[in-house]
């Protein structure tokens, strides 16, 4: 996403735009996580419990890797920082989205 980005000024719109969207899919997170809690959907809802934590850790390292890189952005390694974000936050929404198939087949 971030790789064929022309400016520092668009790197900075786009880390913003991911930065909020991160922000809002770990605060999600936290609250499946507390709703599986509530509703113990026994083996299979700990191990989405469990991914749905790990999901909201990276989303949270996303965003402490983009207010690391805005105030670099004019930095050569900025490439090497957005690689990194996106790969993060690639690995964290996957987490998330396999979570969520977890407890729709544990409520099913």
Known sequence: MLKHVSSSEQARE???ALLSTSGTL???CIAMV???GY???????TVADDLFLFAALGFVVVI???FFAM???ESRRLTFWTNVIDTMFLVSLTLLIVA???????LV
Request: glycine share 18%.
């Open 34 to 36: 507390g709703l599986i």
């Open 64 to 66: 402490y890797l983009i």
């Open 26 to 28: 770990a605060g999600i």
């Open 14 to 16: 786009i880390l913003l």
């Open 71 to 73: 105030r670099r952005l």
């Open 100 to 106: 969520g198939f977890i407890v729709v087949y544990a």
């Open 39 to 45: 509703r113990s959907a026994g083996k299979i809802g």
